[in-house]
């Protein structure tokens, strides 16, 4: 290859492979900023550390010198920018109204502006810093009864709020839900080495041997994040709903991008199929909600295929409307015309959203067929007494109606039973 080819527009370099970092080849005319520790912008923000990254962006530990804190600093791809809705949707929840109670746990703008690079113009968004994600946080262990009922309670309220400003989230799962530490925003640049480690600087290099151009850094960064043990946070924490990147105003519906196991099924069925709107966040949301109270998926899904969607939604909550029954196809493969399962087996080992909930997967809790018996029972779990765990199944159940019509609002699960006695409670 002759250097007029290297040097052409439409030439893209290939880099040696560097793992836990973003694509290296997404460095290019409309992809990814260039960025470096120490590279100040906006005349304010000042990078010292990597937080994360997607596939349209990078999210960079920036000190703000004018307001002498720790922020987020998000740096969108370049050719992005045009068709990225979550500036706009950040935008709308940051001039909503400020005596919305559930506005202090969603995320929102601290400030936005653009940078021009070898690559293009970036949109750059600056936000809080959170700690981790509720997923992150409860990987490997359960929350404390009292820390999952502040954070329920935060997160229909942050939905409220994000409902009334006419967005839908459509991706409210666990990992989209951060965990604000304050500490975070005032502490030094040591103090947050001490707590997460220096930045992991790897040189980047051309697998053909040649320089690198200015469209690439020098070097990349792996990301780090503030972890936190599930069983250290306290009940004074705050949750943040994040990540708008695929969600819309109610008015311009699209499709529903969540994973599988939290979709609902009118994004799945032909029969349901429509404008997806703010009853899919509210059958994400119960989920999620049992996420919290349980470290793992409320539905169990073989693979992402409608009929194994139906089989895990069947098995948690029972038989669907006779109109949905009747356009499943696959339903005679695996259920009798009653909804009851062909194999006595496989229905020894269903078990409902309650049982589900309350740790029971087997003969006294022991772990059965669905799990290995180290997610307590309630017997376990003495701050939540009987009538708060019927409360909180009933308002699960009301989320995961399969009619997305028969579902509460938000404004719904702000006066619910478990809502009123034990969520607002929870948060006094």
């Given at each position: 290859?002759?250097?007029?080819?290297?040097?052409?527009?439409?030439?893209?370099?290939?880099?040696?492979?560097?793992?836990?970092?973003?694509?290296?080849?997404?460095?290019?005319?409309?992809?990814?900023?260039?960025?470096?520790?120490?590279?100040?912008?906006?005349?304010?923000?000042?990078?010292?550390?990597?937080?994360?990254?997607?596939?349209?962006?990078?999210?960079?530990?920036?000190?703000?010198?004018?307001?002498?804190?720790?922020?987020?600093?998000?740096?969108?791809?370049?050719?992005?920018?045009?068709?990225?809705?979550?500036?706009?949707?950040?935008?709308?929840?940051?001039?909503?109204?400020?005596?919305?109670?559930?506005?202090?746990?969603?995320?929102?703008?601290?400030?936005?502006?653009?940078?021009?690079?070898?690559?293009?113009?970036?949109?750059?968004?600056?936000?809080?810093?959170?700690?981790?994600?509720?997923?992150?946080?409860?990987?490997?262990?359960?929350?404390?009864?009292?820390?999952?009922?502040?954070?329920?309670?935060?997160?229909?309220?942050?939905?409220?709020?994000?409902?009334?400003?006419?967005?839908?989230?459509?991706?409210?799962?666990?990992?989209?839900?951060?965990?604000?530490?304050?500490?975070?925003?005032?502490?030094?640049?040591?103090?947050?080495?001490?707590?997460?480690?220096?930045?992991?600087?790897?040189?980047?290099?051309?697998?053909?041997?040649?320089?690198?151009?200015?469209?690439?850094?020098?070097?990349?960064?792996?990301?780090?994040?503030?972890?936190?043990?599930?069983?250290?946070?306290?009940?004074?924490?705050?949750?943040?709903?994040?990540?708008?990147?695929?969600?819309?105003?109610?008015?311009?519906?699209?499709?529903?991008?969540?994973?599988?196991?939290?979709?609902?099924?009118?994004?799945?069925?032909?029969?349901?199929?429509?404008?997806?709107?703010?009853?899919?966040?509210?059958?994400?949301?119960?989920?999620?909600?049992?996420?919290?109270?349980?470290?793992?998926?409320?539905?169990?899904?073989w693979s992402p295929e409608p009929d194994d969607l139906m089989i895990g939604w069947i098995t948690a909550i029972g038989k669907p409307p006779q109109e949905v029954w009747d356009a499943w196809e696959g339903k005679s493969e695996h259920f009798n015309e009653d909804g009851s399962y062909k194999d006595s087996e496989i229905e020894d080992m269903v078990k409902s959203v309650e049982?589900?909930?309350?740790?029971?997967?087997?003969?006294?809790?022991?772990?059965?067929?669905?799990?290995?018996?180290?997610?307590?029972?309630?017997?376990?779990?003495?701050?939540?007494?009987?009538?708060?765990?019927?409360?909180?199944?009933?308002?699960?159940?009301?989320?995961?109606?399969?009619?997305?019509?028969?579902?509460?609002?938000?404004?719904?699960?702000?006066?619910?039973?478990?809502?009123?006695?034990?969520?607002?409670?929870?948060?006094?």
């Amino acid at each position: 290859m002759d250097s007029s080819t290297n040097n052409s527009d439409s030439f893209q370099p290939i880099y040696n492979l560097i793992t836990e970092v973003e694509t290296l080849e997404q460095y290019r005319k409309g992809g990814y900023h260039p960025v470096h520790l120490g590279d100040v912008f906006h005349d304010r923000y000042q990078v010292f550390h990597k937080i994360g990254f997607g596939s349209y962006s990078t999210v960079w530990l920036a000190y703000d010198t004018k307001d002498c804190r720790n922020v987020a600093l998000k740096v969108t791809g370049a050719d992005f920018m045009e068709n990225d809705p979550e500036a706009e949707l950040l935008q709308t929840l940051t001039d909503g109204d400020d005596t919305h109670t559930g506005k202090r746990y969603v995320n929102t703008l601290l400030d936005k502006f653009f940078v021009d690079g070898p690559n293009g113009r970036h949109l750059c968004l600056v936000m809080d810093v959170a700690a981790m994600s509720v997923m992150g946080a409860r990987s490997t262990e359960g929350f404390e009864m009292t820390t999952a009922r502040v954070m329920m309670a935060q997160a229909i309220l942050a939905l409220s709020y994000v409902h009334s400003c006419g967005i839908v989230h459509a991706d409210l799962t666990s990992s989209n839900m951060l965990i604000q530490y304050p500490d975070i925003a005032t502490m030094t640049k040591d103090e947050v080495y001490k707590r997460i480690g220096n930045p992991e600087v790897i040189p980047i290099t051309r697998i053909d041997g040649q320089p690198l151009g200015p469209e690439s850094p020098r070097y990349a960064v792996e990301p780090r994040c503030f972890l936190l043990p599930a069983t250290k946070l306290l009940q004074n924490i705050e949750i943040t709903i994040s990540d708008f990147g695929v969600g819309f105003k109610e008015s311009e519906p699209q499709e529903l991008l969540t994973g599988a196991c939290s979709i609902p099924p009118e994004s799945v069925l032909i029969c349901q199929k429509g404008p997806v709107g703010r009853p899919a966040d509210i059958w994400t949301l119960a989920c999620t909600l049992f996420n919290i109270v349980q470290p793992e998926d409320l539905f169990v899904h073989w693979s992402p295929e409608p009929d194994d969607l139906m089989i895990g939604w069947i098995t948690a909550i029972g038989k669907p409307p006779q109109e949905v029954w009747d356009a499943w196809e696959g339903k005679s493969e695996h259920f009798n015309e009653d909804g009851s399962y062909k194999d006595s087996e496989i229905e020894d080992m269903v078990k409902s959203v309650e049982q589900r909930l309350r740790g029971i997967y087997g003969p006294e809790g022991d772990g059965g067929d669905f799990g290995n018996g180290s997610f307590p029972s309630v017997d376990n779990r003495s701050d939540f007494s009987e009538e708060e765990w019927q409360a909180l199944i009933a308002l699960l159940m009301s989320m995961l109606k399969w009619d997305p019509s028969d579902r509460p609002t938000a404004e719904d699960l702000l006066k619910s039973k478990w809502m009123v006695e034990f969520g607002y409670p929870a948060l006094e």
